[in-house]
Nanobody, 128 residues
């Protein structure tokens, strides 16, 4: 399974971006049963979990720092997950990664080490 994250870029504070995470794999692969997480890592900082959406019922969870500004969603027919980011601030500057984990995680949201697949990351820079 491969994950391709895209949609990053340079934006001014207050603006929006939508990140996409497209999954591909063997013939007949479906993202339906995978939870998708978005993570980010800023220079000199630890990786941070941003949001996660379950594969079973579409439950979502957000980091406090993005709650009310970011929205995670998925389109299983397209094997794609999205992260809509509004009201961006310079503190949101980071490389954003998507990751997928199959059913059976030990907890919700799944801890980072349980994710099976990771995308390559897309840079988001918020600056005036």
């Amino acid at each position: 399974v491969q994950l391709q994250a895209s949609g990053g870029g340079l934006v001014q504070p207050g603006n929006s971006l939508r990140l996409s995470c497209v999954a591909s794999g063997f013939s007949g692969f479906t993202l339906d049963y995978y939870a998708i997480g978005w993570f980010r890592q800023a220079p000199g900082k630890e990786r941070e979990g941003v949001s996660c959406i379950s594969g079973s019922d579409g439950s979502t969870v957000y980091a406090d720092s993005v709650k009310g500004r970011f929205t995670i969603s998925r389109d299983n027919a397209k094997n794609t997950a999205y992260l809509q980011m509004n009201s961006l601030t310079p503190e949101d500057t980071a490389v954003y990664y998507c990751a997928a984990v199959g059913p059976g995680s030990s907890s919700w949201p799944p801890p980072p080490h349980e994710y099976d697949y990771w995308g390559q990351g897309t840079q988001v820079t918020v600056s005036s």
